[in-house]
């Protein structure tokens, strides 16, 4: 079975900077593609950045473009979220997901809450 855990959440401010770690278990987790899945209230979901299964191509959203940098560790089966300058609009529950699909959503974590304090 396939689990996904996050860590990494927590309050900041505005031009702060949190690392997100999201660790993989399962038979067949390390060879999946992964990503990182943003919901604030009232917002749609939004897929921030996503990673294939051996690094070699990145994805990220406009709105993250050159403040987060998506990275992972396929020896620890662990997966990273560096976010950078956070912005108050920022503020939301950031989902880890992984699978052999693109963008990777067959698996999620429980999420993790980031907030952003201007």
């Known amino acids: 079975q396939v689990q996904l855990v996050e860590s990494g959440g927590g309050l900041v401010q505005a031009g702060g900077s949190l690392r997100l770690s999201c660790v993989a278990s399962g038979r067949t987790a390390s060879r999946f593609n992964m990503g990182w899945v943003r919901q604030a209230p009232g917002k749609e979901r939004e897929l921030v950045a996503r990673?294939?299964?051996?690094?070699?191509?990145?994805y990220y959203a406009d709105s993250v473009k050159g403040r987060f940098t998506i990275s992972r560790d396929i020896a620890k089966n662990t997966m990273y979220l560096q976010m950078n300058n956070l912005k108050p609009e920022d503020t939301a529950v950031y989902y880890c997901t992984g699978g052999n699909n693109w963008p990777p959503d067959e698996y999620w974590g429980q999420g993790t809450q980031v907030t952003v304090s201007s």
């Open positions: 990673i294939t299964r051996f690094g070699a191509s990145t």
